[in-house]
């Protein structure tokens, strides 16, 4: 099976690759940055090919989507307060690079397509553009012959490869300044409710959803493991497994989020298209990203 991966360099996108490797498809890797040399590096000499592309570039999107059975599309702008400054770029890349790859998919009669989207409880450009991507593939698959597109809500996925920067994410921020012995940096009060899946298991189950059946222009299922935790508990489990006693420090909340906010995903209609799926151990997930990030973190 032919399957592009468009911001496979990434993290979520990367998981995906990797996914479709261990099924022993024929993986294309799209992306902005990067090489054949990173991809060698991270996924095994010639597991996949890589193209330098961006999804604003529609001639290459029509060109590389000709024969393929899939596409999951992974690229996009990143941020809460980092786009703050820059809407327009986030409405750019996240808006206007989705139509173009859902049309050039459809024009090449691609049978499947994904889309990543996110729970939509913030008012910043990030959550609006992608909301917005989603409902446009909403529409897409409503009106394509012979093109599924489906999309799934992620929520805070965590793990190996997962990047620190330039936006700050929870898990890779906590486990490096607990890695350094610092005191983890909370924003707000703590007591947002987060919900944490590990990046193996979302591709696991993006990979299984898209090729379930399910109906045109459907909801977007939530895509966590529909456990509650709150942002202090996150941390005190982080300091506990690395042994770090320099505990946390409490920073104001960021632009384009809320204290307070409560994000745990409903998983009964993604795991009723998926009969069967087990999520790995938490422990054992959490062990295994903190001995990535040790064995990675050049800069500690």
């Excluded at 029509?62 to 786009?83: C, I, M, P, Q, W």
Aim: glycine share 10%.
């Amino acid at each position: 099976m032919k399957t592009i991966v468009l911001g496979g360099n990434g993290f979520l996108g990367g998981a995906i690759a990797q996914e479709l490797i261990e099924r022993d498809h024929d993986v294309t890797v799209i992306d902005v940055a990067g090489s054949q040399a990173t991809c060698d590096a991270r996924f095994g000499a010639g597991a996949v090919e890589f193209v330098e592309g961006d999804i604003l570039d529609p001639e290459l999107l029509r060109r590389r989507f000709s024969g393929a059975d899939e596409v999951y599309h992974l690229a996009g702008k990143l941020g809460t307060s980092e786009l703050d400054d820059t809407p327009t770029l986030a409405v750019h890349v996240n808006v206007l690079g989705s139509i173009n790859v859902f049309e050039a998919a459809i024009e090449a009669g691609v049978a499947r397509v994904f889309h990543a989207s996110k729970p939509n409880v913030w008012l910043n450009a990030y959550t609006i553009t992608k909301g917005a991507a989603e409902q446009l593939g909403a529409l897409y698959d409503r009106d394509a012959s012979g093109t599924q597109l489906c999309s799934l809500r992620y929520f805070n996925a965590f793990g190996p490869h997962q990047a620190h920067a330039p936006v700050r994410k929870l898990v890779p921020t906590f486990v490096r300044q607990a890695l350094r012995g610092e005191p983890l940096e909370v924003y707000g009060d703590g007591n947002q409710i987060v919900d944490l899946i590990y990046v193996r298991d979302a591709a696991s189950m993006t990979v299984r959803y898209m090729r379930a059946e399910h109906p045109p222009d459907a909801i977007a299922p939530d895509c966590g493991r529909g456990v509650p935790v709150t942002v202090n508990q996150v941390a005190d489990t982080i300091n506990d497994a690395t042994g770090n006693r320099a505990g946390v420090r409490h920073l104001p909340m960021r632009s384009g989020e809320d204290e307070g906010t409560e994000l745990v995903a409903c998983t009964e209609p993604l795991l009723a298209s998926i009969d069967g799926f087990r999520f790995t151990d938490w422990e054992q997930s959490l062990e295994q990203t903190i001995a990535w990030y040790a064995s990675h973190d050049r800069e500690r």
